[in-house]
């Protein structure tokens, strides 16, 4: 299994571009987080998916941001306008999610990740 | 509610042995332990599901006390390796449906040095 992919691995832009960050979950996870990691804020869960439907997105900082998943393979998050202020590693994580009830294991694989610089 | 970890960093070297402890407000169902090398992705380490189970990676262990709502992760005779930042994340109590959602502590940064 090939595990996470996330791309660019890399993005420099400047201030005021759009950027979109891109996730492929692994095959036949239900569930796909979007994280966001900067030094002074730590690890911070910015939105879910389960079977393609956002469940939560009140860690989505703005309206300047926001997140899709057309299918079970894919999904974006795209920052429009970017701000310096949004510089910060963006991980794409993906689970089983089996309800409680059953052997929730609900481990959760994580991306390389994207490390964007706003200029 | 995010879990609190504790210390928020340890300095060791080689071989000596840490404790890192995670406690949460909230019942739990299960507790997951990840690791962060420097500039990479967390990578799962552990699960512990019952309480008072105890479970092991390498010469790494942990324990769960669902009645004390905490858990702790035993470091034992540390290798350069081990360096990175520990996570717990928290799993709610059974009794609903949630998506798979962990709740992470703030991290504890570990530094082994030979």
């Known amino acids: 299994d090939a595990g996470v992919i996330q791309s660019p691995r890399h993005e420099v832009t400047e201030m005021g571009q759009e950027v979109t960050l891109r996730c492929k979950p692994i095959?036949?996870?239900?569930?796909l987080f979007w994280y966001r990691q900067t030094m002074m804020r730590g690890l911070e869960l910015l939105i879910y998916?389960?079977?393609?439907?956002?469940?939560?997105d009140s860690g989505m900082p703005e309206d300047r941001f926001s997140a899709k998943m057309p299918n079970a393979s894919f999904s974006t998050l795209k920052i429009q306008p970017s701000e310096p202020r949004d510089s910060a590693v963006y991980f794409c994580?993906?689970?089983?999610?089996?309800?409680?009830?059953?052997?929730?294991?609900?481990?959760?694989?994580f991306g390389a990740g994207t490390r964007l610089s706003v200029l | 509610q995010q879990p609190v970890q504790s210390p928020q960093a340890v300095i060791l070297r080689e071989g000596e042995d840490a404790v890192i402890n995670c406690s949460s407000s909230?019942?739990?169902?299960?507790v997951h332990w990840y690791r962060q090398k420097h500039g990479e992705a967390p990578v799962f380490l552990m699960i512990?599901?019952?309480?008072?189970e105890q479970k092991g990676h390498e010469k790494i262990s942990a324990s769960f006390n669902e009645k004390k709502q905490q858990s702790s992760l035993y470091l034992t005779a540390s290798q350069l390796s081990y360096s990175g930042t520990y996570f717990c994340?928290?799993?709610?109590?059974?009794?609903?449906?949630?998506?798979?959602?962990?709740?992470f502590g703030q991290g504890t940064i570990l530094t082994v040095h030979p």
């Open positions: 994580a993906s689970s089983l999610a089996i309800s409680p009830g059953g052997l929730a294991k609900n481990i959760q694989y």
């Open positions: 095959s036949g996870h239900n569930s």
């Open positions: 998916f389960n079977n393609n439907v956002p469940i939560d």
């Open positions: 909230k019942a739990l169902y299960s």
């Open positions: 512990l599901l019952k309480g008072g």
């Open positions: 994340g928290t799993f709610p109590n059974a009794g609903g449906t949630s998506y798979g959602k962990l709740t």
